[in-house]
Structure formats: C-alpha cells, structure tokens
C-alpha cells in the first residue's frame, strides 16, 4: 500500500499531530469522515456510562454454543474458543445466521479477519449488535492486516496510520519521503490513499457506533468505536470513551491491550517509534495503487 511504504520514510515526529488537543487530521479538502459520527460518538458515549453491561450470550437470538465460545475469549482462549464456534457450525446440517457470526467473531479473536469477512457474507445481512460490532472489526482489522499491521488487536498507531498523517499534511500535493526507502508519489496517487483511509475508518466507526446503538452497555463495541475514533482524527472524543470504558475492563480479555492503547493515547512516543520499525516485506499491494514492485 502505498502509505505503508511511505511510513517508512516518515520522520516520526510528523505523526505526533494525529494526538494533539483532539484536532482533526488534515485531508485533501473534506472532512476525515462525516460530521455527524462526531455527534453520534458523544451521543453513545454518554449512553454507554448509563447502560448496565450488554453480554452477547444473553442475546435471544444466540446460538446454543454462544456461552461456551464467549467463555473461552473470557479467558482468553481463542483457540478453544474458534475450535468451539467451528464444532458447533460443522454439527448443524443448516447453520444459521448467528451461528456464522459467532464463528466470525472468534475468528477476529483469533486474528483472522478474512475468514471472519467470509462467515459475515454466507450469513448474508444478519442484524443486531453482535454482527454490526464483528462486520465492522473483521472489515478493519482485515484494512489493517493488510497494511503491515499484526495481530487480532494491533497497535493503536499502525505503520499506515503514520504514514496517512505525514501525507496528508501536504495538502494533497505529490509527495517524496527519503528514509529507510525512497519513495515518490503522485498528487493522485496521495488522494487515493488518503480517501481509501477515511472511507474505511468512518464506515467501520459508523458499523461500531451501530453497534453501540443497539446494545449501548456492549464494551466490545464501545472499545472498538474509541479506536477508531483516534484513527478518525476524533480524538477528544476518542478519550472520553477510552474514559468510560475504563471501569469495565477489569478481568477482560482485551484489558491488556485497552491499557497499552491509553497509554499510548496519553503519550504516542513510544508507539510512533514502534510503528515505524514495521518491517516492509508485511505490506501488500493496493488493487489500485501501483506502488510496491
């Protein structure tokens, strides 16, 4: 992609304005993403702190299976927990659309978004909060996989968010970075990176706070939602919901990576630096970008 290749050429401290005092990242003349997610993030924010937690193997709708393979990502057993949701799909001659989302969401877990992407689309279009929160995270972390970042919940600051920062500080101009590789773009090669960034961050915030407005006490959702947002430019925002979510991650499987994403919101310093040592031989080509041989 091309904004991983660029990261690499970035100096670090380029990309310390994503954090500072909430401002929104620079583009090329619109928005990052569309206004009224702004207002949609306060709105479930605000109901997150009022809403008794959402369990999703409490849902009416769930599978048979669904307490066994919540279980098991309780206690962080994502293995147990893909073998369980695989039995479970394998032993029914017709599987439901919940069941294939509950597949895909230990999937995700078990930092396999494809797969989770590939459930998602032989469950056709489920509804509720549990399929809106694992559509929007597979359809990211598949994003982010795809641009070098590792994991089934990567980094706060990602190679390519690096690189989307120092690239759209140039207005929307060519660009040419000198660093660990040299590299040269095209003002439209630039725009189409950045487009491609702010389309999938604002249409998985969007599927997150969907989520949220669903089941507004579903930590999962709220967590991914306060993510996104810092990766959206949204990030006074983002730390109010970091903020929320706070007194609920005590005993949760994703509670080590929450503590290093606030930190890291907090203080970036050592998350830039992290990021830019992603090795480039973890970057894919674009469909569309010609830019890696």
Do not use: N
Request: hydrophobic share 55%.
């Amino acid at each position: 992609m091309i904004w991983l290749v660029a990261a690499l050429a970035l100096i670090a401290v380029a990309a310390l304005g994503l954090f500072l005092a909430g401002r929104r990242t620079r583009s090329t003349g619109a928005p990052l993403i569309p206004p009224e997610l702004a207002a949609r993030l306060a709105a479930a924010t605000r109901a997150f702190v009022d809403a008794p937690p959402w369990q999703p193997a409490a849902a009416p709708d769930a599978p048979a299976a669904a307490a066994a393979i919540e279980a098991a990502l309780i206690a962080r057993e994502p293995r147990r927990a893909l073998e369980t949701a695989e039995t479970a799909l394998a032993a029914s001659p017709d599987p439901d659309a919940s069941s294939r989302v509950w597949l895909a969401w230990a999937l995700c877990a078990s930092a396999q978004p494809r797969a989770a992407l590939d459930q998602l689309a032989k469950a056709g279009e489920p509804a509720g909060a549990l399929a809106a929160y694992v559509a929007a995270r597979a359809a990211h972390l598949h994003f982010e996989h795809g641009h070098g970042a590792a994991g089934a919940i990567p980094p706060l600051v990602t190679t390519g968010d690096l690189a989307v920062v120092t690239l759209g500080r140039g207005g929307g101009g060519p660009a040419w970075l000198t660093g660990a590789t040299d590299v040269q773009l095209s003002a439209a090669q630039v725009t189409a990176a950045l487009a491609e960034h702010r389309e999938v961050t604002a249409r998985c915030l969007a599927g997150a706070l969907g989520a949220l407005e669903l089941a507004p006490g579903f930590a999962d959702a709220a967590y991914l939602a306060a993510r996104l947002a810092v990766k959206a430019g949204l990030v006074a925002e983002a730390r109010a919901l970091f903020d929320a979510i706070a007194p609920r991650m005590l005993g949760r499987p994703d509670a080590d990576a929450f503590d290093r994403d606030r930190s890291d919101l907090a203080d970036p310093t050592r998350a830039v630096a992290a990021a830019r040592q992603k090795p480039l031989d973890k970057g894919q080509r674009s469909r569309h970008l010609r830019v890696l041989p």
